[in-house]
């Protein structure tokens, strides 16, 4: 006797929930109303009452994990005796999924039931059938995955676009499918790289960016990420790439992170190109040394002028070097010529230079720049301007959080009014997260007004924080000692008499002062600083007269 007529005959009326799903992938012919239909005509057929209904639309059954109505289903499973779907691959299509989530059901004691297949559960041979359809499906979904990859892959190498929104500076043409440029976004992507190459930093860039109303391709504005993607993306110049960022990881993917060379196409002149091969390899060489300059933790020396200094004899970078030297064992710290102890077949027999003297020398140099006490009053006055409008922006934004609070309060108290009416519990969830997001706002708030207390700091100061910036950048522990060093040096050259300092010419300025507890002294506008040509080239000489930097 099926469960069915079991329930029946005790003089109970079988209850189901029933599960339907439309794929994302659109290859099933049944929608989601036909699926209700064949269910609910199944339940008035065997006398079952339909106490419940989950839909998942659009959602692959690969897995389960973005399927909600699926997992709402599941976590309901003791409301009710069966679970009725469609077909068995409405249910799942992996076969280790349908085995472990109808093993669950059956923990609540609920059984699923096919309305199409009609599986007898007490005959064995409907055990094996099932088994049968169940791997059945799992083939087709897997060998699905791999047609449409195959015929992804046959786009990508004729080069045409495989779906998504292009990159910004592209649209698609609609016959082709062919990337062709968008020449009112191509100036935006012109813009951000010379603004690279101009030594511009992102928070400058973005400004620039969202200031002339320009958007990204999803309309929104600009942000670190977003120019990183652009900077990095090989397109511009000309480059087709295609299956580059590695698969998801927790239904989320890192654009950040490639798969290896082997598994990504790659096509030159594939694209029409915004920007010049040379353009994008200086860009490429400018990201990638900022990228190294961050000196790791673990470090036991950080050596500020990495990536910044080389040598004047073979033209290889100089790099940090470690080590004990003479009989007492002395700790020596120094730049050396990377080509000095190399495997190559160059052997360069130019100076290590000593640590210690070659970055005094650099700090020296830019300190007596950066911080002139000629920009004082300057900044002074645009600080002044700075906090000025900050104030008014966070009174602003003070109001529109006040407002959003009282919004929150009144569906609070709403829902609350409803609950305490109805009883309706599966309400409290939705209160529990109005309660989480006021609560959240509230605290936001609360530190805004901590923030616009504070905003007014007297002129003595900030002359004061400037002095002492100064002196810790001398000292090297000022905490945008390397964003100066590399937002001013352009090149030191070891030679075997001399150092040369070469400098870029002053003409702007971001985050420089960090000092004690006036954090807002890192947001002094770049115009404080006059732009100042006169000063491109120190030189540091290594004779009698001037303290030896060699070892």
């Given at each position: 006797?099926?469960?069915?007529?079991?329930?029946?005959?005790?003089?109970?009326?079988?209850?189901?929930?029933?599960?339907?799903?439309?794929?994302?992938?659109?290859?099933r012919?049944?929608?989601?109303?036909?699926?209700?239909?064949?269910?609910?005509e199944y339940a008035d057929?065997?006398?079952?009452?339909?106490?419940?209904?989950?839909?998942?639309?659009?959602?692959?059954?690969?897995?389960?994990?973005?399927?909600?109505?699926?997992l709402?289903?599941?976590?309901?499973?003791?409301?009710?005796?069966?679970?009725?779907?469609?077909?068995?691959?409405?249910?799942?299509?992996?076969?280790?999924?349908?085995?472990?989530?109808?093993?669950?059901?059956?923990?609540?004691?609920?059984t699923?039931?096919?309305?199409?297949?009609?599986?007898?559960e007490?005959?064995?041979?409907?055990?094996?059938?099932?088994?049968?359809?169940?791997?059945?499906?799992?083939?087709?979904?897997?060998?699905?995955?791999?047609?449409v990859?195959k015929?992804?892959?046959?786009?990508?190498?004729?080069?045409?676009?495989?779906?998504?929104?292009?990159?910004?500076?592209?649209?698609?043409d609609?016959?082709?499918?062919?990337?062709?440029?968008?020449?009112?976004?191509?100036?935006?992507?012109?813009?951000?790289?010379?603004?690279?190459?101009?030594?511009?930093g992102?928070?400058?860039?973005?400004?620039?960016?969202?200031?002339?109303?320009?958007?990204?391709?999803?309309?929104?504005?600009?942000?670190?990420?977003s120019?990183?993607?652009?900077?990095?993306?090989e397109?511009?110049?000309?480059?087709?790439?295609y299956?580059?960022?590695?698969?998801?990881?927790?239904?989320?993917?890192?654009?950040?992170k490639?798969?290896?060379?082997?598994?990504?196409?790659?096509?030159?002149?594939g694209?029409?190109?915004?920007?010049s091969?040379?353009?994008?390899?200086?860009?490429q060489?400018?990201?990638?040394?900022?990228?190294?300059?961050?000196?790791?933790?673990?470090?036991?020396?950080?050596?500020?002028?990495?990536g910044k200094?080389?040598?004047?004899?073979?033209?290889?970078?100089?790099?940090?070097?470690r080590?004990?030297?003479?009989?007492?064992?002395?700790?020596?710290?120094?730049?050396r010529?990377?080509?000095?102890?190399?495997?190559?077949?160059?052997?360069?027999?130019?100076k290590?230079?000593?640590k210690?003297?070659?970055?005094?020398?650099?700090?020296?140099?830019?300190?007596?720049?950066?911080?002139?006490?000629?920009?004082?009053?300057?900044i002074?006055k645009?600080?002044?301007?700075?906090?000025?409008?900050n104030?008014?922006?966070?009174?602003?934004?003070?109001?529109?959080?006040?407002?959003?609070?009282?919004?929150l309060?009144?569906?609070?108290?709403?829902?609350?009014?409803?609950?305490?009416?109805?009883?309706?519990?599966?309400?409290?969830?939705?209160?529990?997260?109005?309660?989480?997001?006021?609560?959240?706002?509230?605290?936001?708030l609360?530190?805004l007004?901590?923030?616009?207390?504070?905003?007014?700091?007297?002129?003595?100061?900030?002359?004061a924080?400037?002095v002492?910036?100064?002196?810790?950048?001398?000292?090297?522990?000022?905490?945008?000692?390397?964003?100066?060093?590399?937002?001013?040096?352009?090149?030191?050259?070891v030679?075997?008499?001399?150092?040369d300092?070469?400098v870029?010419?002053i003409?702007?300025?971001?985050n420089?002062l960090?000092?004690?507890d006036?954090?807002?002294?890192?947001?002094?506008?770049?115009?404080s600083?006059?732009?100042?040509?006169?000063?491109?080239?120190?030189?540091?000489?290594m004779?009698?007269?001037?303290?030896?930097?060699?070892?």
């Amino acid at each position: 006797m099926k469960r069915i007529d079991k329930i029946l005959a005790s003089g109970n009326i079988p209850t189901a929930a029933i599960y339907a799903r439309f794929s994302s992938d659109n290859q099933r012919e049944e929608s989601i109303d036909a699926q209700l239909r064949a269910c609910r005509e199944y339940a008035d057929r065997n006398h079952i009452k339909i106490v419940s209904e989950y839909i998942d639309r659009a959602k692959s059954a690969t897995t389960s994990e973005n399927r909600s109505g699926f997992l709402a289903m599941i976590g309901d499973a003791d409301k009710f005796d069966f679970v009725l779907v469609h077909k068995l691959d409405r249910f799942a299509r992996n076969r280790s999924d349908s085995i472990g989530y109808r093993m669950e059901l059956k923990r609540h004691n609920t059984t699923l039931i096919s309305v199409i297949e009609n599986l007898d559960e007490d005959n064995p041979e409907s055990i094996i059938l099932e088994s049968v359809l169940e791997g059945m499906n799992e083939y087709y979904s897997r060998n699905l995955a791999r047609e449409v990859r195959k015929g992804l892959n046959e786009n990508a190498l004729k080069c045409q676009h495989n779906g998504g929104k292009p990159p910004l500076g592209y649209r698609v043409d609609p016959q082709t499918k062919l990337l062709e440029i968008d020449n009112e976004e191509a100036l935006a992507v012109r813009f951000i790289f010379q603004s690279v190459l101009d030594g511009k930093g992102y928070s400058h860039i973005i400004k620039q960016l969202n200031e002339n109303g320009m958007k990204t391709k999803l309309g929104k504005p600009f942000g670190k990420n977003s120019l990183h993607d652009i900077l990095r993306n090989e397109k511009y110049c000309g480059v087709y790439i295609y299956n580059r960022a590695q698969a998801k990881t927790d239904n989320k993917r890192n654009n950040h992170k490639s798969k290896p060379a082997e598994d990504i196409i790659r096509i030159e002149n594939g694209v029409p190109a915004i920007i010049s091969k040379e353009t994008f390899d200086k860009v490429q060489e400018i990201m990638n040394s900022r990228s190294n300059k961050t000196p790791t933790s673990a470090a036991k020396e950080v050596y500020l002028l990495s990536g910044k200094i080389y040598c004047g004899e073979c033209g290889a970078v100089y790099c940090g070097n470690r080590h004990n030297c003479g009989r007492s064992k002395t700790t020596m710290v120094t730049y050396r010529c990377n080509n000095r102890t190399t495997k190559t077949n160059i052997i360069c027999k130019n100076k290590e230079v000593n640590k210690k003297y070659v970055e005094a020398f650099v700090l020296k140099v830019l300190s007596d720049i950066i911080f002139d006490e000629k920009y004082v009053p300057n900044i002074i006055k645009d600080y002044n301007t700075f906090t000025l409008n900050n104030s008014s922006d966070m009174t602003e934004s003070a109001a529109v959080m006040k407002k959003e609070i009282s919004r929150l309060n009144g569906r609070i108290s709403n829902l609350t009014n409803v609950i305490a009416e109805t009883g309706n519990a599966s309400l409290v969830t939705a209160l529990s997260k109005l309660e989480n997001e006021r609560d959240n706002l509230a605290d936001k708030l609360e530190t805004l007004k901590g923030k616009m207390k504070a905003v007014k700091i007297p002129d003595e100061e900030i002359n004061a924080a400037f002095v002492k910036a100064k002196t810790m950048f001398q000292s090297g522990t000022l905490a945008e000692t390397r964003q100066l060093i590399n937002l001013y040096v352009e090149k030191i050259i070891v030679y075997t008499d001399r150092i040369d300092l070469r400098v870029n010419p002053i003409n702007f300025m971001s985050n420089i002062l960090s000092a004690g507890d006036n954090a807002q002294l890192s947001k002094i506008p770049a115009e404080s600083f006059a732009e100042d040509k006169s000063i491109t080239r120190k030189s540091l000489n290594m004779g009698k007269n001037e303290p030896n930097p060699s070892r």
